[in-house]
């Protein structure tokens, strides 16, 4: 089945990071039920705008989180401390990592993976660089997941993020995302294959749409997970066709439950 992490609380987005920095912790709870109840696997929460209240927000919201919803959680930061302290605040929920590099973050982080059993974000990038192939993102991940088996993360633990772009930005990015994750899929097979799914219609209208329509076709191509709204109407009803079609939703129940909770 589709893993849906929400993206709803996370400082980039404007009325979120307003929120935050106002600390009005009733209407960042209320963003956290509507994605759970939207039906979400897991809540992202990003606090990196919040400047020095970052980890103070990363500990209280991913607290909030474990307490008000049955949610996962990922910690979403560029600063391993502000992971490493937030990561006692999920009260034994299942947590991923976001995230590493090939070349950052993996041995400040790869302590605390180990510790928690989280699961951990690989961004396929070296030196701040995103590879424009989908082979130089599949030689970063294999180093990345390599470095994670190392230390007795199982593949069953690793998200490798594909690294969608606005398709916008010049045409070839939603074709070398949906070749990155076939590729990534053939070769790595049992590793978890995630997205910002929302990044690819990024500067373009009618959004919603643009977004279903990619979540099907990388379904289709292996992607498992996506870091997206969880209450899109297209995304998820996308999600609940492409599941049945697809032979992952038995006898499609899944997607029969759907269709009448729409009729309801």
């Known amino acids: 089945m589709i893993y849906t992490v929400g993206e709803k609380l996370n400082s980039s987005v404007p009325s979120t990071g307003e929120a935050m920095l106002a600390r009005d912790f009733d209407k960042l709870a209320a963003l956290a039920l509507a994605q759970a109840e939207a039906g979400a696997s897991c809540?992202?929460?990003n606090t990196a705008l919040c400047g020095e209240a970052e980890v103070e927000m990363l500990c209280r919201l991913a607290c909030d989180a474990a307490e008000k919803t049955e949610c996962d959680i990922m910690l979403d930061s560029p600063s391993p401390d502000a992971i490493i302290a937030a990561l006692p605040h999920t009260k034994d929920r299942y947590t991923i990592i976001n995230s590493v590099t090939a070349d950052e973050r993996l041995e400040e982080l790869i302590p605390a993976a180990v510790e928690y059993s989280a699961g951990v974000v690989g961004l396929?990038?070296?030196s701040g660089t995103i590879p424009q192939t989908p082979e130089g993102r599949l030689e970063n991940a294999?180093?990345?997941r390599a470095r994670l088996n190392e230390?007795?993360?199982p593949d069953s633990r690793i998200y490798i993020d594909a690294l969608a772009e606005s398709v916008a930005m010049g045409g070839n990015e939603g074709k070398t995302l949906l070749e990155t994750v076939r590729l990534l899929r053939r070769e790595l097979p049992d590793i978890h294959i995630i997205c910002g799914l929302s990044n690819v219609s990024f500067g373009l209208p009618k959004r919603a749409k643009l977004n279903a329509a990619a979540a099907t076709l990388l379904i289709?191509?292996?992607a498992d997970c996506f870091i997206c709204d969880a209450a899109s109407p297209s995304l998820k009803s996308a999600i609940a066709a492409c599941e049945a079609f697809t032979g992952k939703d038995e006898y499609c129940m899944d997607y029969i439950t759907y269709v009448r909770s729409e009729n309801e």
């Open 220 to 222: 289709e191509a292996g």
């Open 124 to 126: 396929p990038i070296r």
């Open 142 to 144: 294999l180093a990345i």
């Open 43 to 45: 809540l992202d929460i």
């Open 151 to 153: 230390a007795g993360i």
